[in-house]
């Protein structure tokens, strides 16, 4: 897609891939700047209300200008490609920079927070909820060092039109999900704050607050009242209790118990930094008794558990593409698993499961050419055939590499041809280029015969054949049944004077029977 014009962007270069689709480069030829744009997958215009989501929520978004957010500028559908234009930021995101370095210093953690909280503070305001809190989500700008939060192209605005964003449906990564997201619940604000709160346990400790086998099981610890993270504190010993509380607070199971906006978040940040407390201010910790009664009430949500499942596995459990690229995986057979293979990559085209099933189809395309060429002659030719049925969309190539094949075949035996010519001792050799047809037909010695009759008429009386020389760049293949091979012969005559002769002639050679032997005219003088 390199230098391809979507909107009014013209594509640079890619700058990453994830699940939401591919992120280029761009240079908005309006504007004459640098943008970011998101090219979401092919799988959403096979879903028109998904689309019409997309596009209502990213034009939301744009409404959002703030200095910590990237601000989408536009977003639009072009020839059934679906893109979002951003704000281009020169850097890196937390991620990276925490998988890179380790855990960020407690000051520096602090104050990343309090930027997205202002920025989330600012969202929120507008009744644009992110939905996707997380570290990949939050960008280091690398000239300034400003924090930025991107993605908000993806967002739901609180109160919008219940048939474009519906009750039911799960969006977020679930290593930073809040609990009525993994329930499928509305959300508001405070949703995102969970997610911040998760964000900041990543940040000051270098782990994630849960982890698990699958998402599933890790969207589930998020929703259960009674599972926990890791008190920070055990991870890092040296954390002040109060930032351990200002954690806890945000990533209450509970939206009540959690702080109520984000400017509440900000103003308990500031007083962090200014080492103050402020009893006025509402408690970061949950009172024990709070505890209690929320180990009391698990039971009884124990009993909606089964449907939490039902749910969380639907939303979370793989797509019809991964799911048969898995069952191509899973395959028995060599042939039925290319056969899978070629199926994903025709039923979901654009995807990434599609380009990992062309991946695969062609990794097994060149172990068996690979296996192919180390073979004799014969078995080669043979297990082009099976190529052919497992890869016809590689049929070209296979007819390329078995003409190949045959012309370094009559190549090699037109060499071994001319060795016995000129190796008296190997003459009797002659007989393996001779057709098998023609000594069933006229006998063995028949044949012989006639051969040295043919070579008389060639040396005369006590000649001999000192050299015969192929000229391989001149080999003609007819259909794949017949080749014709310039040759320069030189002879040696013994009578009636001693002298040298050479010849131009040519040889041909006729397949039959799985190999190349001499034809009806076999050696001549001319052609």
Request: net charge positive.
């Given at each position: 897609?390199?230098?391809?014009l979507v909107?009014r ?22 504007l ?6 998101k ?11 998904a689309?019409?989501r997309f ?5 939301s978004?744009a409404?959002?200008?703030?200095p ?10 072009q ?7 951003m704000?281009?930021?020169?850097g890196t ?7 890179k370095?380790?855990k960020l210093?407690t000051?520096?953690?602090?104050a ?6 202002l920025?989330?503070?600012a969202?929120h305001?507008?009744?644009?909820v992110?939905?996707?809190i997380?570290?990949?989500?939050i ?32 969006m977020?990564t ?12 509305a ?5 995102d704050l969970?997610?911040?709160?998760g964000t900041?346990?990543?940040?000051l ?7 698990g086998?699958?998402p599933?099981s890790v969207a ?10 890791k008190?920070?504190?055990e991870?890092?010993p040296?954390?002040?209790p109060?930032v ?8 209450a199971k509970?939206?009540?118990e ?13 007083r962090?930094?200014?080492g103050?407390?402020d ?5 970061i910790?949950?009172e024990?008794a709070q505890?209690r ?5 698990a039971a ?10 039902l749910?969380?596995?639907?939303a979370?459990s793989?797509g019809?593409a991964?799911?048969?690229f ?22 979901f085209p654009?995807?990434?499961w599609?380009?990992?099933?062309a991946?695969?189809?062609?990794r097994?395309?060149?172990r ?11 078995e080669?030719?043979g297990?082009?055939e ?9 049929a ?8 190949d ?6 190549v090699?035996?037109?060499?071994a041809f001319?060795?016995a ?6 003459r009797e050799?002659?007989?393996d280029?001779?057709p098998?047809e023609?000594?069933?037909?006229f006998?063995e010695?028949?044949?012989l015969?006639w051969?040295?009759v043919m ?6 009386r ?6 015969v020389?192929a000229?391989t760049?001149?080999?003609?293949m007819?259909?794949?049944d017949?080749?014709i ?6 002879i040696?005559r013994?009578?009636?004077k001693?002298?040298?002769?050479s010849?131009?002639?040519w040889l041909?050679?006729?397949w039959?029977?799985?190999?190349w032997?001499l034809?009806d ?7």
């Amino acid at each position: 897609m390199e230098n391809t014009l979507v909107g009014r962007c013209r594509l640079v270069r890619k700058i990453g891939q994830g699940g939401m689709g591919e992120v280029w480069l761009a240079r908005h030829e309006t504007l004459q700047k640098d943008v970011a744009v998101k090219i979401l997958p092919a799988d959403y215009a096979r879903h028109p209300e998904a689309v019409e989501r997309f596009l209502r929520e990213a034009r939301s978004a744009a409404r959002l200008e703030h200095p910590n957010v990237v601000q989408v500028l536009d977003a639009g559908s072009q020839d059934g490609t679906h893109y979002i234009v951003m704000q281009y930021v020169d850097g890196t995101d937390l991620e990276k920079i925490y998988r890179k370095k380790g855990k960020l210093s407690t000051a520096d953690a602090l104050a990343v927070a309090r930027r997205v909280a202002l920025a989330l503070g600012a969202a929120h305001k507008l009744g644009i909820v992110h939905r996707d809190i997380k570290p990949s989500n939050i960008l280091i700008a690398r000239k300034q060092g400003r924090v930025m939060v991107a993605d908000f192209g993806l967002a739901r605005e609180i109160g919008g039109d219940a048939g474009l964003t519906t009750e039911g449906s799960v969006m977020g990564t679930p290593h930073y999900l809040s609990p009525e997201q993994a329930r499928g619940e509305a959300v508001d604000g405070r949703s995102d704050l969970y997610s911040l709160g998760g964000t900041l346990y990543t940040l000051l400790s270098g782990a994630m607050p849960y982890t698990g086998a699958t998402p599933l099981s890790v969207a589930v610890k998020h929703a259960s009242p009674i599972d926990r993270p890791k008190p920070l504190r055990e991870i890092v010993p040296d954390l002040a209790p109060d930032v351990e509380a200002l954690v806890d607070k945000l990533m209450a199971k509970n939206v009540s118990e959690r702080f109520q906006s984000a400017e509440e978040v900000v103003a308990a940040l500031d007083r962090l930094k200014s080492g103050k407390s402020d009893p006025a201010a509402p408690a970061i910790s949950a009172e024990p008794a709070q505890r209690r009664r929320q180990l009391l009430i698990a039971a009884g949500i124990a009993a909606g558990t089964l449907l939490l499942l039902l749910v969380l596995g639907a939303a979370l459990s793989p797509g019809p593409a991964e799911k048969a690229f898995r069952g191509a995986v899973a395959a028995r057979t060599e042939e039925e698993r290319l056969a899978r293979y070629r199926e994903v990559a025709r039923s979901f085209p654009g995807t990434s499961w599609a380009a990992r099933a062309a991946e695969e189809m062609g990794r097994a395309f060149e172990r068996e050419v690979k296996a192919a060429r180390a073979l004799p002659f014969g078995e080669a030719v043979g297990r082009l055939e099976g190529l052919r049925s497992r890869h016809p969309e590689r049929a070209g190539e296979i007819d390329r590499m078995e003409d190949d094949l045959h012309r370094a075949r009559v190549v090699s035996r037109t060499e071994a041809f001319a060795g016995a010519l000129v190796n008296e001792r190997a003459r009797e050799a002659i007989r393996d280029f001779v057709p098998p047809e023609s000594i069933r037909k006229f006998g063995e010695q028949a044949v012989l015969g006639w051969m040295r009759v043919m070579f008389g008429l060639l040396l005369g009386r006590e000649g001999r054949f000192e050299a015969v020389k192929a000229d391989t760049a001149k080999l003609e293949m007819k259909r794949r049944d017949k080749a014709i091979l310039p040759v320069h012969i030189q002879i040696q005559r013994r009578f009636p004077k001693d002298e040298k002769q050479s010849h131009d002639g040519w040889l041909e050679w006729t397949w039959m029977e799985g190999d190349w032997y001499l034809g009806d005219r076999a050696i001549r003088n001319e052609r």
